[in-house]
């Protein structure tokens, strides 16, 4: 399951260093090369150590981590939403992804001029924000007007349903409120989910800090801002440096991890986006391994095996029978999968178990 980020920010916010820097850190897996499909689309690996471990205890030829898009929307400034800059091209772009990354300037420097004369990250987000539920506006009003006449007399169940939906919806976004602040039920989600509004996506906040912040670990005055603002929309915010992340994309592995240390730093930025990214959008990964590879799969939370295993192949969920499964810190702990076996950590589930993050497993299947 392939998913996507779209990186967006007003100028001169560090947006186009963090995406440069991190699709280069992607260019150094070799089973996922960094690969340019338009010039503003990177196709990075997922950081995880897990797969390093498991290759090790299956003696695996090969290491193949799931892969996550990073698209830089370019384009964006006020006005977008009725075609200035390249707003059009912008608004078909995010509309694609499936969460925004919004990179905010949470740092001053005289050197690098802000566009609107002041760092001030609560007015850059409500730029963009106002943008997007404009483009929003227009796409409801749009909709409203083709399924109002069928809706009229009630007869129309469905067009009906479409048009009390869209008309809640034009309520909010009138109101300048986001898509995704709307409570909605199922049948209401579905609906809204086909026409792709834009405030319906959730969003990462990137506060993108001075190294000095980053180092001594002190949130600075905007960055406790931005937490505050992401707060009150239930969306996540992760500090990042993009200078930081530049001087990383530059190094091998094993320099990068080193210089992350000498930093006093857990992890890269790009881990903290991937993280908060499968938290927002509710993903978890389960893991195959074998003497001919070892990889990473990513599925919904709450997805049952038979579907985790139609992620690998359709025939592998048609013909689903059983799934082998251990959790990867008991497989690790046991060091082979015979002892795991010894230890009664190794269990067979059936068509209704919901996978766990952390799964190692071994479909069994027969078409």
């Not at 090969?62 to 091209?89: C, H, M, R, Y």
């Not at 000498?262 to 908060?276: D, I, Q, R, W």
């Not at 709450?302 to 008991?330: M, S, W």
């Amino acid at each position: 399951m392939g998913f996507s980020l779209g990186i967006v920010g007003l100028p001169n916010v560090g947006k186009s260093t963090l995406f440069n820097a991190i699709t280069k850190v992607g260019a150094e897996a070799s089973n996922y090369p960094f690969c340019t499909i338009d010039p503003n689309v990177g196709v990075v690996t997922v950081p995880d150590e897990r797969l390093e471990v498991l290759s090790k205890i299956s003696g695996s030829k090969q290491l193949l981590p799931t892969a996550i898009e990073f698209v830089d929307i370019a384009g964006l400034v006020k006005g977008a939403s009725n075609g200035e800059g390249l707003g059009n091209q912008f608004l078909a772009n995010i509309r694609e992804v499936s969460a925004i990354v919004h990179v905010v300037r949470c740092f001053e420097d005289p050197q690098v001029i802000h566009v609107d004369g002041s760092v001030d990250p609560i007015r850059d987000i409500d730029v963009i924000n106002t943008e997007l539920i404009l483009a929003d506006l227009q796409t409801v009003e749009k909709r409203l007007q083709a399924v109002q006449k069928k809706a009229k007399g009630g007869q129309d169940k469905e067009a009906v349903a479409q048009f009390n939906c869209f008309s809640k919806f034009l309520e909010a976004l009138s109101a300048g409120r986001a898509a995704r602040s709307v409570q909605i039920n199922e049948e209401e989600e579905k609906i809204i989910r086909q026409i792709s509004l834009l405030t319906f996506k959730p969003v990462i906040y990137a506060a993108n800090v001075s190294e000095e912040d980053i180092i001594s670990g002190e949130e600075n005055a905007f960055v406790k801002k931005v937490k505050e603002f992401a707060s009150g929309e239930s969306n996540e915010v992760v500090v990042i440096s993009a200078q930081i992340e530049s001087e990383i994309s530059q190094l091998e592995e094993a320099e990068a991890k080193e210089f992350l240390a000498e930093l006093g730093m857990k992890e890269s930025g790009l881990a903290k986006l991937v993280s908060s990214s499968y938290r927002l959008l509710g993903l978890i990964t389960y893991l195959t391994t074998g003497e001919k590879e070892t990889r990473a799969w990513t599925i919904k939370k709450g997805t049952k095996a038979p579907g985790a295993a139609g992620v690998i192949h359709t025939d592998f969920e048609r013909g689903f029978i059983k799934a082998e499964i251990v959790a990867y810190k008991d497989l690790k702990s046991a060091e082979s999968m015979a002892k795991a076996k010894e230890n009664g950590t190794v269990r067979l589930e059936g068509k209704e178990y919901v996978m766990q993050d952390g799964d190692v497993v071994v479909f069994k299947f027969n078409v």
